[in-house]
C-alpha cells in the first residue's frame, strides 16, 4: 500500500471515529407530516396483524429517519430490530446514520467489523452474513432496506417458521421487482416523488436526451441489453466524446455522477473528462471501502467535480451536493432508470434542480422518472403482470429538437432553453388523389366547399404572399393546389388567414422541403 494510500486510510478512520463520537450527543431530527403518515401507517398495520410489509417511498424521502423511528418504537417495547442491507458498503453507512438519529445502541452483523455487538438491541446485518451465522434471538421487528434486491437467503429467512410472526418492513423507492408480491403482501405508498417535489423536499430533474446510441444489434438478455453488446455500442470515441462536450455545454460545472456500462466504459469516460481538464475520479465495486470514502469527501469539498461509475451507486447514495447525473448506461429496467435519476434529486443548499444528461434514451424509452409507478405488487403471476400493465400510465416525454432539452405540456411555443419556435402543423394522412385532414373523420369524396369559404381561402392566400413578400402569382398556384382548380378571375379581398389555412400553408412548405431534400 502506497503512502497516500495509508493516509486515505488514516483520515478514513478518523472520520468513522468522528462519527461514533458525535453519535453519542445525536438527537432525532423531527419527522415531515408524511414520514410521521409513513410511520403511523406502518405501525398500524402491524397492529392489525399484517407481518409482510412493503413500504414505497421516493428516493431521498427520508427512509433512514422512518427505519430510526420505528427502531426507537420497538426499543421503548423492549424489542430488538435486526436491519438488513443488500450491499457491505451500507452497513457503515446506516450504523452511522442510526447513530446520527441518537440511536447508540447499534451492532453489526458482517465478517469481523470492529462493531459486532450481538448483545446491542439494534444489528445492521449484510443479507450475506445473514445465511452464514446463526441468526439473533428476540428480534420483535427486521426492517430490510432496498428491499426490491431479492435474496434467496432472505426469503428463507422471511418463510421460516419461526420467524413468521416477526414483521417484516421492506423499504424501497421502486418495488417493482417480480415475484416480490410473493413476500410482501402489504404495499404502503404515502407520497409520491411528484408531490415531494412539490413540498421543496426534492428537486425537480431538468433532463436532456440527446440522440443516444444504436442499439438495433444489442440483444435482450434476463430482461435487460446484453452487457457485452451494450459494451462495444456506447464504448465508442465518438459517443464518449459527445458525452464530454454535452456536459461541458449543459452540467454547468456542476458535481456529477457519471453512470458507465462497464468498467471499461466508466474508465473510458473519467479518461476523456480528464482530457478536458475536469477533475473525475472513478469507482467500481472493488473499490476498497476507504479509497470510496475518500473519493466521496473529494467530491463533497469540491476537488473531484465528476465521478464515474459502474454498478455501485445506484442504492444506498449520501451525495446529496450532486446535481448533475450523466446516464451513459441504456437499460430496459425501470427500476435502474427511477434508482439513478433519484440519485440527484435530493435537496442541498442553494441547489434548485439536477441537470439530467440522458445519452441512455432511457427516458425515451421508459419515460419521466416522476411518473412511473404502479399500486400493486408483482406476485409473478400472469394476472398481476397483465394487471400491472393494464394500469400503467404512459406519459411519453417531449424534447426539442434543437437543443434536446426536456420541454413542458403543453408543449410551448418557444423552447424555454435555447429559444426554438415551435410551429403548430395539423398532422395529415395520404389517400391516393387528395390529402386528408387528420382527424377530421373525411372520406376521399368529401363535398364542395363553398364559393364563400373558396373566398375566404383565396383572400387568406393573398394576405400571407403580401406577408412573406411573394408574387400574387403564388396564391394562384396555392389555390389550385387545395381546390383542384384555379380561382376566379376576379381576386377575392385580402382576409386574415385562420389557424387553419396557415397550418394548411405551412404543411405544404414542409412537403416542398422534403421532397426537394430527397433529390
Known amino acids: 500500500m502506497t503512502a497516500s494510500s495509508d493516509e486515505a486510510l488514516l483520515a478514513w478512520a478518523e472520520r468513522i471515529e468522528g462519527a461514533e463520537r458525535a453519535a453519542q450527543s445525536g438527537t432525532t431530527r423531527p419527522l415531515r407530516n408524511y414520514q410521521t403518515t409513513a410511520v403511523d401507517a406502518v405501525c398500524n398495520a402491524i397492529d392489525a396483524g399484517q407481518r409482510r410489509i412493503l413500504l414505497q417511498l421516493p428516493t431521498g424521502g427520508g427512509k433512514t429517519r422512518i427505519a430510526a423511528e420505528l427502531i426507537k418504537q420497538e426499543f421503548d417495547a423492549g424489542e430488538r430490530v435486526l436491519f438488513i442491507v443488500p450491499r457491505l458498503s451500507l452497513i457503515e453507512q446506516s450504523a452511522r446514520s442510526f447513530e446520527a438519529e441518537g440511536i447508540a445502541d447499534v451492532g453489526v452483523i458482517q465478517g469481523r467489523h470492529h462493531r459486532t455487538n450481538r448483545h446491542a438491541r439494534a444489528q445492521v446485518a ?151 481538464g475536469i477533475a473525475a475520479a472513478y469507482i467500481d465495486g472493488e473499490t476498497a471501502m476507504f479509497e470510496r470514502e475518500d473519493i466521496f469527501e473529494q467530491f463533497r469539498c469540491d476537488d473531484v467535480k465528476v465521478i464515474t461509475s459502474v454498478g455501485c451507486l445506484d442504492t444506498g447514495l449520501d451525495l446529496p451536493m450532486a446535481s448533475c447525473i450523466v446516464d451513459a448506461r441504456p437499460t430496459q429496467s425501470e427500476m435502474r432508470h427511477v434508482q439513478t435519476i433519484g440519485r440527484g434529486l435530493r435537496t442541498f443548499p442553494g441547489k434548485v434542480n439536477c441537470i439530467v444528461l440522458d445519452h441512455a434514451g432511457n427516458t425515451r424509452r421508459l419515460g419521466l422518472v416522476t411518473d412511473i409507478d404502479y399500486d400493486v405488487l408483482d406476485d409473478g403471476t400472469p394476472a398481476a403482470a397483465a394487471k400491472r400493465k393494464a394500469a400503467k400510465r404512459i406519459c411519453e416525454a417531449i424534447f426539442c429538437g434543437e437543443c434536446h432539452a426536456q420541454l413542458p405540456v403543453p408543449k410551448p411555443r418557444v423552447c424555454p432553453d ?102
Open 126 to 276: 449484510s443479507v450475506q452474513t445473514l445465511g452464514r451465522r446463526k441468526l439473533p434471538d428476540g428480534i420483535g421487528l427486521a426492517i430490510v432496506d432496498e428491499a426490491h434486491l431479492q435474496f434467496k437467503t432472505l426469503q428463507k429467512v422471511m418463510g421460516c417458521r419461526s420467524w413468521a410472526q416477526v414483521p417484516f418492513v421492506g423499504l424501497s423507492a421502486t418495488p417493482w421487482s417480480k415475484g416480490l408480491g410473493k413476500w410482501y403482501r402489504l404495499l404502503l405508498k404515502p407520497v409520491s416523488a411528484g408531490e415531494l417535489i412539490g413540498a421543496g423536499h426534492l428537486v425537480p430533474p431538468k433532463v436532456f436526451c440527446p440522440p443516444g446510441p444504436d442499439l438495433s444489434g444489442v440483444k435482450i438478455t434476463a430482461g435487460d441489453f446484453n452487457e457485452g453488446q451494450l459494451s462495444k455500442a456506447v464504448n465508442t470515441t465518438e459517443l464518449v466524446g459527445n458525452v464530454i462536450q454535452t456536459w461541458l455545454a449543459k452540467g454547468e460545472q456542476r458535481p456529477t455522477l457519471v453512470y458507465g456500462v462497464d468498467r471499461a466504459h466508466a474508465q473510458h469516460l473519467q479518461e476523456r473528462f480528464i482530457e478536458a
Open 418 to 519: 435555447c429559444g426554438k419556435i415551435f410551429y403548430a402543423v395539423t398532422p395529415v394522412k395520404e389517400r391516393d388523389g387528395e390529402l386528408v385532414e387528420y382527424g377530421s373523420n373525411r372520406s376521399g369524396n368529401a363535398a364542395e366547399p363553398s364559393p364563400a369559404t373558396k373566398a375566404i381561402w383565396h383572400g387568406a392566400l393573398l394576405r400571407i404572399a403580401r406577408e412573406r413578400g411573394y408574387k400574387a402569382g403564388w396564391a394562384t398556384y396555392k389555390y389550385r393546389e387545395k381546390f383542384g382548380h384555379w380561382p376566379p378571375r376576379f381576386p377575392a379581398t385580402e382576409c386574415e388567414p385562420t389557424v387553419e389555412i396557415r397550418n394548411w400553408v405551412w404543411s405544404r412548405t414542409i412537403a416542398y422541403a422534403k421532397a426537394r431534400t430527397s433529390l
